[in-house]
């Protein structure tokens, strides 16, 4: 029951904190940490700078949906949503995405969009979070999976 708490109260402070920007998060967090009286300090050992892999490829390279479905060599309106979701993701730096946001993105790909996928959204997209290559994280908000991520982050790096 409390590890539902959490999970809730994390998605939640996800939610508020993801449209911000660098160091409106850190001023938010660092007023958070006081609020709370949480004292964050890592041992001494640990304080050496840490490497963070981006989770973004947006500066990397700029692809559209379209190029990340040929990439993917997406075929059915399941590939086009993970490409939207790819595209939503690496590019735009998106964590989450509405069903409308993915709807919109797989719009973008006109090589591969076809208006019944639309009709059939709602199966692939149940069938994605069954698959766990989306997770359902709020009502009609998705993210990728991390093995999805990771999955596709190979693949764009790579094709690159």
Known sequence: MSEDRELSAMG??????????GEARKRVLVWLTQKLGIELSLPQHDRQPVAVQPQSLSKSFDLS????ANILEASSGADLIIAAAAQLHFV??????TRREITAE???APGHFKEAFLNNLSTYLKSLTKADRLRLVAADTFALSNKERQSLQEKLVNAA
């Open 106 to 108: 797989m719009r973008t």
């Open 12 to 21: 939640r402070v996800l939610e508020v904190m993801e449209p911000l920007e």
């Open 65 to 68: 949906t379209d190029t990340i």
């Open 92 to 97: 735009q730096a998106k964590q989450r995405f």
